[in-house]
């Protein structure tokens, strides 16, 4: 099929229209995942290759063509991506288990006479630069943040083609990332880019005048929120347009995995918000979504005009905020519960549906996916594990009770590997994160403590001599914390996760020590998180912070935890903290802290 070129210009240097192929993902064994200076996950094994490794040059295809390239060992489809205001090529994802990986971006630039430049590249991991097929860069990681490494290069007149390869060792979240600017050698006043620079990209979907309008239109939209509450009208409005509008396109709303909620055919540019509307918040599911741009869907299908640009933000269901202390904790127990149960594929979910006796509703599958994901020692999955562990001290006597499931869920808990890093001393335990390493130890003291005599595969050992040990490392890392505190202090995931094995050791565990222990910390926690709460939002500083709580006090993983409590913020999907709390029935929760949360005089 024959070519055509799109061009666009440099912005402030930095090249912001690329093709981008992958990530590829290539499994790699623990004993691989850390380099000769101990930086864990950031360097990888790959040998040393200066070709490309392209079967063919680069090119635009619509994804209804299929047209499949081969980069080396990787088999997969060249897509365009425009960066956005960060300058980024951005493939970050979060990784089930450790694996590398991989990724290629593309681009031309076309200047009309030879030129010396210097190339500035931004990257997260190992990466390579080819100019025209030469390799002119190869950088291994040397650190665990952004590098920014700068180098001359000879560009010649015409096009040039740029390839970077680019990598990253991820097990859970991962940044994949790069972001190449262009300056002169010589630069002329405040512009430092190559006098008559420009980006330029192989296409197949034609004709480029309609491609053009709609990319510039796209351009164009925004959303004037990132959350949208329960009432919130999601519309999405435009600035200028530069050039012609193009009339005619598609508007609709999706779910991550692609599930279209909502759709709507742009004729005219509007001109009120509610012309391009796609309802309100209470519309859909609490969750991730996007508002998505699209070409209509005869000319997105049949004339392969794939071309898509994509608003993220959240949607808040029907969900309400409280901002006053209402009724008492029995009441608000039931309803945590009952709003938990209404989240899908949640173990957490499935353990508020017993607690509340909706046995009838409780879903087998989503326990057996969990139990499948313990079994086979998937990153985070000992926050799963914990909840089953759970479910099964609390409710397997329950005649209700999945049979399905008991077998399977025995399973998993003497088969999972309750390793942890040789610790220092007796107060160390050391695994993933900070909250990781209590989840670890408390799972170990309560699958120990259910099958005492049974022997535990991974380990050879029997599940008294587990219990021993995790109820070692927890007084560890319970001594340490009541001194002094988290490292990633006032975390809100660090704090819900916390609380949820805090609790399940003070209802479930039997050893004093760590009970007395496991109170005490609690006590704190809740009073740490009341002192620094006003009416249901956690305000404090952050040793660390997920985006959905930095975008609204109702998306943080705390809310449901203060609103349980003392009657103060809102439950959402973050079940983890408050579903443990809910279940509990011997936790002595403190009211002095419930009448610190509350008290707003200031």
Same mark, same amino acid.
């Given at each position: 099929?024959?070519?055509?070129?799109?061009?666009?210009?440099?912005?402030?240097?930095?090249?912001?229209?690329?093709?981008?192929?992958?990530?590829?993902?290539?499994?790699?064994?623990?004993?691989?995942?850390?380099?000769?200076?101990?930086?864990? !996950? %950031?360097?990888?094994?790959?040998?040393?290759?200066?070709?490309? @490794?392209?079967?063919?040059?680069?090119?635009?295809?619509?994804?209804?063509?299929?047209?499949?390239?081969?980069?080396?060992?990787?088999?997969?489809?060249?897509?365009?991506?425009?960066?956005?205001?960060?300058?980024?090529?951005?493939?970050?994802?979060? &990784?089930?288990?450790?694996?590398?990986?991989?990724?290629?971006?593309?681009?031309?630039?076309?200047?009309?006479?030879?030129?010396?430049?210097?190339?500035?590249?931004?990257?997260?991991?190992?990466?390579?630069?080819?100019?025209?097929?030469?390799?002119?860069? *190869? *950088?291994?990681?040397?650190?665990?943040?952004?590098?920014?490494?700068?180098?001359?290069?000879?560009?010649?007149?015409?096009?040039?083609?740029?390839?970077?390869?680019?990598?990253?060792?991820?097990?859970?979240?991962?940044?994949?990332?790069?972001?190449?600017?262009?300056?002169?050698?010589?630069?002329?006043?405040?512009?430092?880019?190559?006098?008559?620079?420009?980006?330029?990209?192989?296409?197949? =979907?034609?004709?480029?005048?309609?491609?053009?309008?709609?990319?510039?239109?796209?351009?164009?939209?925004?959303?004037?929120?990132?959350?949208?509450?329960?009432?919130?009208?999601?519309?999405?409005?435009?600035?200028?347009?530069?050039?012609?509008? #193009?009339?005619?396109?598609?508007?609709?709303?999706?779910?991550?995995?692609?599930?279209?909620?909502?759709?709507?055919?742009?004729?005219?540019?509007? $001109?009120?918000? /509610?012309?391009?509307?796609?309802?309100?918040?209470?519309?859909?599911?609490?969750?991730?979504?996007?508002?998505?741009?699209?070409?209509?869907? $005869?000319?997105?299908?049949?004339?392969?005009?794939?071309?898509?640009?994509?608003?993220?933000?959240?949607?808040?269901?029907?969900?309400?905020?409280?901002?006053?202390?209402?009724?008492?904790?029995?009441?608000?127990?039931?309803?945590?519960?009952?709003?938990?149960?209404?989240?899908?594929?949640?173990?957490?979910? $499935?353990?508020?549906?017993?607690?509340?006796?909706?046995?009838?509703?409780? /879903?087998?599958?989503?326990?057996?996916?969990?139990?499948?994901?313990?079994?086979?020692?998937?990153?985070?999955?000992?926050?799963?594990?914990?909840?089953?562990?759970?479910?099964?001290?609390?409710?397997?006597?329950?005649?209700?009770?999945?049979?399905?499931?008991?077998?399977?869920?025995?399973?998993?808990?003497?088969?999972?590997?309750?390793? *942890?890093?040789?610790?220092? &001393?007796?107060?160390?335990?050391?695994?993933?994160?900070?909250?990781? /390493?209590?989840?670890?130890?408390?799972?170990?003291?309560?699958? !120990?403590?259910?099958?005492?005599?049974?022997?535990?595969?991974?380990?050879?050992?029997?599940?008294?001599?587990?219990?021993?040990?995790?109820?070692?490392?927890?007084?560890?890392?319970?001594?340490?914390?009541?001194?002094?505190?988290?490292?990633?202090?006032?975390?809100?995931?660090?704090?819900?996760?916390?609380?949820? #094995?805090?609790?399940?050791?003070?209802?479930?565990?039997?050893?004093?020590?760590?009970?007395?222990? #496991?109170?005490?910390?609690?006590?704190?926690?809740?009073?740490?998180?009341?002192?620094?709460?006003?009416?249901?939002?956690? @305000?404090?500083?952050?040793?660390?912070?997920?985006?959905? /709580?930095?975008?609204?006090?109702?998306?943080?993983?705390?809310?449901?935890?203060?609103?349980?409590?003392?009657?103060?913020?809102?439950?959402?999907?973050?079940?983890?903290?408050?579903?443990?709390?809910?279940?509990?029935?011997?936790?002595?929760?403190?009211? %002095?802290?419930?009448?610190?949360?509350?008290?707003? =005089?200031?």
């Amino acid at each position: 099929m024959e070519l055509s070129y799109l061009r666009y210009e440099l912005a402030d240097g930095y090249i912001h229209n690329w093709l981008v192929a992958g990530p590829q993902r290539i499994p790699v064994p623990d004993s691989d995942s850390d380099d000769a200076g101990g930086r864990k !996950g %950031l360097a990888s094994t790959t040998p040393d290759v200066t070709e490309t @490794g392209l079967s063919e040059a680069p090119a635009e295809w619509s994804r209804f063509l299929v047209h499949r390239v081969k980069i080396g060992d990787f088999e997969g489809t060249w897509s365009y991506l425009r960066t956005e205001e960060d300058h980024f090529v951005d493939l970050s994802e979060v &990784s089930p288990t450790r694996q590398l990986l991989r990724a290629w971006a593309f681009t031309q630039v076309e200047i009309p006479t030879a030129q010396d430049v210097v190339l500035s590249l931004t990257t997260f991991g190992p990466a390579d630069v080819w100019l025209n097929d030469r390799r002119v860069l *190869h *950088h291994d990681v040397t650190q665990p943040q952004a590098e920014t490494l700068s180098f001359a290069v000879s560009l010649d007149a015409g096009r040039n083609s740029i390839l970077i390869r680019f990598e990253r060792v991820g097990d859970g979240a991962c940044t994949l990332a790069v972001a190449l600017r262009m300056a002169s050698t010589r630069p002329r006043g405040a512009s430092t880019a190559p006098r008559g620079a420009g980006i330029v990209i192989p296409t197949t =979907i034609t004709p480029l005048k309609r491609r053009r309008e709609l990319e510039r239109t796209f351009d164009a939209a925004h959303l004037t929120q990132t959350v949208y509450e329960r009432y919130d009208r999601i519309s999405v409005e435009f600035g200028p347009v530069i050039g012609r509008w #193009a009339r005619g396109f598609a508007l609709g709303l999706q779910a991550p995995g692609g599930r279209t909620f909502a759709e709507a055919e742009i004729g005219a540019r509007p $001109e009120k918000a /509610e012309e391009a509307t796609l309802g309100q918040a209470f519309s859909y599911p609490e969750g991730f979504y996007n508002a998505v741009l699209t070409p209509t869907g $005869e000319e997105y299908a049949e004339e392969f005009m794939w071309l898509m640009r994509a608003l993220p933000f959240w949607g808040l269901d029907n969900n309400k905020y409280s901002d006053a202390a209402y009724g008492e904790l029995v009441e608000r127990r039931s309803e945590a519960l009952k709003q938990a149960a209404r989240y899908p594929d949640d173990v957490w979910a $499935e353990m508020a549906k017993m607690a509340v006796s909706w046995w009838t509703v409780v /879903e087998q599958p989503v326990i057996l996916r969990a139990i499948e994901r313990v079994s086979a020692n998937k990153t985070g999955s000992v926050r799963e594990l914990l909840a089953l562990l759970g479910i099964q001290a609390r409710f397997s006597a329950d005649p209700s009770f999945p049979e399905a499931v008991r077998a399977p869920l025995e399973d998993a808990v003497l088969s999972y590997r309750y390793e *942890h890093l040789q610790p220092a &001393s007796a107060s160390d335990c050391l695994r993933g994160t900070e909250s990781d /390493e209590l989840l670890l130890c408390v799972c170990e003291i309560l699958a !120990g403590q259910r099958y005492p005599d049974r022997g535990f595969t991974a380990s050879g050992q029997t599940g008294t001599w587990h219990r021993e040990r995790g109820e070692r490392l927890a007084m560890g890392w319970l001594r340490q914390r009541a001194a002094g505190g988290f490292a990633a202090w006032s975390s809100g995931n660090t704090v819900a996760e916390v609380v949820a #094995a805090l609790i399940h050791l003070v209802e479930l565990a039997n050893g004093d020590e760590v009970f007395e222990m #496991a109170t005490a910390l609690l006590d704190k926690t809740l009073y740490s998180l009341a002192l620094n709460s006003l009416k249901g939002v956690f @305000g404090s500083t952050h040793g660390a912070a997920e985006v959905p /709580e930095l975008l609204h006090g109702m998306l943080a993983p705390t809310s449901g935890i203060s609103r349980l409590m003392w009657g103060m913020g809102a439950f959402n999907s973050q079940t983890i903290g408050y579903v443990s709390l809910a279940c509990a029935n011997d936790y002595g929760f403190p009211l %002095l802290i419930q009448d610190i949360a509350t008290d707003l =005089i200031p």
